[in-house]
């Protein structure tokens, strides 16, 4: 799957022979098979008697597939890929944020607080923050009273921890940008809560220009 993803194997091409893979991988030719099924429903491969195992093109992946996500972030992930992860975050997140403000009962604000103090107490750009920001951003979405908005958070999980990582996080702003949409939140204000928001994952795409360049060059055009 990583391999795929990288593009070192590409759209179209038949995967090496049966019997070199499952010697270079040195696995039984059983597990190869399941694993080729497990890539067949991710929608990577397209297996077929006769013809051999292809390469689907993108446009048949699962992007939402939590291990097509992670594998993205294996190595440097694709500027493109970035780009739209943080254009569909842009799209959806704001507004969660201030159905949350309006939605959110006792005990979700306490796991969004709880989050928040997670993230104060531990070291900058350490698994510790990145954890406990994960968990701040998937309090807000449990707490928008919407079912479908909490499986979404859960499928994209791996992404928006990759994400995080990548950003080159600044302690002070960091804190306040995400203490502010919490107070939001707590103070239940909804237009308030989806302005913050926005302007905290716009700040994040700022942090990593230096290795992605501009990736926001029509988002303002659009109403991101």
Do not use: C
Not at 117 to 139: G, N, R, V, Y
Not at 145 to 158: A, K
Not at 196 to 210: C, S, Y
């Amino acid at each position: 799957g990583e391999r795929i993803i990288r593009g070192d194997l590409k759209p179209g091409e038949v995967l090496p022979n049966e019997f070199d893979l499952i010697g270079g991988l040195n696995i039984s030719r059983t597990a190869y098979r399941e694993a080729i099924k497990v890539l067949s429903a991710k929608g990577l491969v397209d297996a077929r008697q006769r013809t051999g195992t292809r390469v689907n093109p993108k446009s048949s992946w699962n992007l939402l597939d939590p291990d097509v996500l992670a594998w993205h972030f294996t190595e440097r992930p694709d500027p493109q890929f970035i780009r739209a992860m943080f254009e569909m975050r842009l799209m959806f997140e704001p507004r969660i944020s201030a159905m949350s403000a309006v939605r959110r009962t006792t005990e979700q604000l306490r796991a969004i607080e709880a989050a928040y103090e997670a993230m104060t107490s531990a070291p900058p750009k350490s698994e510790e923050i990145f954890q406990a920001d994960l968990q701040f951003h998937q309090a807000i979405l449990n707490a928008s009273g919407n079912d479908f908005v909490v499986s979404l958070g859960m499928m994209i999980e791996s992404a928006l921890l990759g994400l995080f990582r990548l950003t080159n996080v600044r302690p002070g702003n960091f804190l306040h940008d995400h203490g502010e949409v919490l107070r939001a939140i707590a103070f239940q204000k909804p237009d308030e809560a989806a302005d913050l928001m926005r302007a905290l994952i716009r700040e994040a795409m700022g942090q990593i220009t230096n290795v992605y360049g501009q990736l926001d060059a029509d988002f303002d055009a659009v109403g991101l």
